[in-house]
């Protein structure tokens, strides 16, 4: 069947969400201001250890987090809750009555909404790196960051999908949500790089889904040319979308016989 | 161009003891809640369909198994030859459909830019997409309304949008669910008068649930009536104005106390210094008649002419003696 929509989707939504300058200067603002912060905390810190920690320079966690926060900030902060909320209303019922996969056509159209955003925050990000961290690491390392990115957007917007996907069952599924989101923030490294973490956690943290999202963007953008962080990302994401089509089948199948 | 279906002869819809059952109540105290019971209709190709009731009746359950998003929990039902919660896919192709109360339009974009990805998933060539739109914005008077954002759209200028999103594959079949919830009168009126054109001009079969009784009178040729998940009437518009909608309400602002002789036809429902309420049943005397003389005898500030709410009409079916 053809998919001829998917790119349709993408452009369409990317399109109309460049035009909003509004929102697209909130984000940008909300980016810039909390990737600095949080940058400049780690430089420093890093500068009172002897000039690195976990193996990273004050330079190299600098471009480390205006990317990993670049790959969180470019999704709408709400996507999870409002996904999840069509779902519990039955509002997603009215997508069963278009011949497209109902995934398909929300992640094609948000992923679309969010690549102005991704391609906003990536150009401050590395304005503002360059400023307060000095010259990018790696270049090699920069370009493979770049595709990274928007695998880890893909990656997050599946993910999120998926566990949004609980309100076909759960009346109320918020606190999954909420817990999605933490999960993300830390063992996702967004907030500090994986070799941070205590040992056991870190471990725990390389063998899921979430390093995906933000840690293997920031990690290639700080100087670690690792082509394996895009196949792993690669990897995640195809397990992503098979369990993301697992939980909408079963629960559109549910949706048709207990309604909505 | 022609939209019709089962030109042999065949119903385009079809519904034979189609039920529909809920569980509700939590673990240990599960109740059986028949929505739909055992319905059984069929309509034919290019007809103009009010499918009415109360709120909570079944009518939404009802569309939701004829366009199949929703499993019966027993009988059998095909539309266009296809069995909906079976063929969704397949079906979704030929049929449209319009939510009044659920949007299908993408807020963010505009309606062309919808028309766009919708036609890029139902796979129509970008020519034919063009033509297509354009055919919709002369049919609907909508072609201004293309480019603004959805969210800027007052809700009659949407469901115009809407109306034309759904039609842009040129279905055979339209269900609309209460297209006329929250639109004022003339939007309504404006509303109901497309319908009727787009069934007169592309042949297309109107599914229309409702419970404002107008939508009957200005859109359908037949009226089913569900209430309580049954189906408790189904006759032609013209034989349901005979018999069931002969009355309309007519309410006066009176300038000050007047006195009303009363006439044949016309029964007195309110009357105080300031407001005179009647129901004139139009089987006896028209209700042009009846405003022309209260016009000229009383001293009228404002007059409004409504019909009998559902309910009335449903008590109504309920009363007549069966035959």
Same mark, same amino acid.
């Given at each position: ?260 | ?151 800027? %759209?007052?809700?009659? *200028? $949407?469901? #115009?949008?809407? @109306? ?5 594959? /040129?279905?055979?079949?339209? =269900? !609309? ?7 004022? %009168?003339?939007?309504? *009126? $404006?509303? #109901?008068?497309? @319908? ?5 001009? /592309?042949?297309?079969?109107? =599914? !229309? ?11 359908? *040729? $037949? ?101």
């Amino acid at each position: 069947m053809t998919r001829r929509w998917l790119p349709v989707a993408v452009a369409s939504a990317a399109r109309r969400m460049s035009r909003d300058r509004a929102a697209l200067t909130v984000a940008f603002g909300f980016y810039a201001v909390v990737a600095t912060v949080i940058s400049t905390l780690w430089r420093t810190a890093a500068n009172a250890h002897g000039g690195s920690i976990g193996g990273y320079s004050g330079a190299q966690l600098t471009w480390y987090l205006y990317f990993s926060e670049a790959a969180v900030t470019a999704l709408n902060p709400r996507q999870i809750e409002l996904t999840g909320d069509d779902i519990a209303s039955g509002a997603v019922a009215v997508d069963l009555l278009r011949p497209a996969s109902v995934l398909g056509v929300r992640v094609a159209t948000e992923l679309g909404r969010s690549l102005p955003r991704l391609a906003g925050c990536t150009a401050i990000g590395v304005a503002l790196a360059v400023l307060t961290g000095g010259p990018v690491p790696a270049a090699a390392g920069l370009l493979l960051a770049l595709p990274s990115l928007v695998l880890a957007v893909a990656c997050n917007l599946v993910a999120q999908h998926a566990f949004a996907g609980a309100a076909f069952w759960i009346r109320d599924a918020r606190s999954t949500w909420f817990l999605y989101q933490k999960l993300v923030f830390l063992l996702g490294a967004m907030l500090l790089p994986l070799q941070l973490l205590p040992g056991w956690l870190h471990t725990l943290a390389a063998w899921l889904p979430f390093v995906a999202m933000a840690y293997a963007p920031a990690r290639l953008a700080s100087g670690h040319v690792e082509a394996q962080l895009l196949a792993l990302q690669g990897f995640w994401f195809l397990v992503l979308v098979t369990a993301a089509v697992a939980v909408f089948s079963a629960g559109e199948r549910r949706l048709q016989v207990v309604g909505g | 161009m022609s939209a019709l279906s089962g030109s042999d002869g065949r119903p385009i819809i079809a519904a034979r003891q189609l039920t529909k059952s809920f569980e509700t109540g939590r673990r240990g105290r599960r109740q059986l809640v028949e929505a739909v019971r055992q319905i059984s209709f069929e309509v034919s190709p290019a007809e103009r369909i009010a499918y009415i009731g109360p709120n909570g009746a079944g009518k939404s359950t009802s569309i939701k198994m004829l366009t199949g998003i929703l499993h019966p929990s027993a009988g059998a039902a095909t539309v266009m030859g296809m069995v909906p919660w079976r063929q969704r896919r397949e079906l979704t192709r030929r049929i449209g459909t319009l939510f009044g109360q659920r949007s299908q339009l993408w807020f963010e974009l505009t309606p062309r830019e919808t028309f766009r990805m919708l036609g890029a998933i139902y796979g129509l060539e970008r020519s034919d997409l063009r033509s297509r739109v354009g055919q919709l914005g002369d049919l609907l008077e909508a072609e201004d309304l293309f480019d603004q954002p959805v969210r800027s %759209l007052s809700l009659g *200028q $949407r469901m #115009r949008c809407e @109306l034309a999103a759904c039609l842009l594959h /040129q279905p055979a079949v339209m =269900f !609309l669910d209460e297209p006329t919830i929250g639109l004022d %009168l003339l939007a309504k *009126q $404006r509303f #109901r008068e497309l @319908l009727v054109r787009l069934n007169q001009e /592309q042949g297309t079969t109107i =599914f !229309l649930t409702s419970h404002d009784v107008a939508d009957i009178e200005h859109v359908a *040729q $037949r009226a089913i009536v569900i209430n309580h998940g049954v189906v408790i009437y189904d006759d032609d518009v013209s034989a349901m104005r005979r018999s069931l909608l002969a009355t309309k309400l007519v309410e006066l602002t009176l300038a000050g106390p007047t006195d009303f002789a009363g006439m044949a036809g016309v029964a007195v429902a309110e009357h105080t210094a300031t407001t005179l309420r009647l129901v004139v049943d139009t089987a006896v005397r028209p209700v042009r008649e009846v405003l022309d003389a209260l016009l000229l005898d009383l001293d009228v500030t404002d007059v409004t002419v409504t019909d009998p709410p559902l309910e009335e009409v449903i008590a109504e079916i309920y009363a007549r003696p069966r035959t």
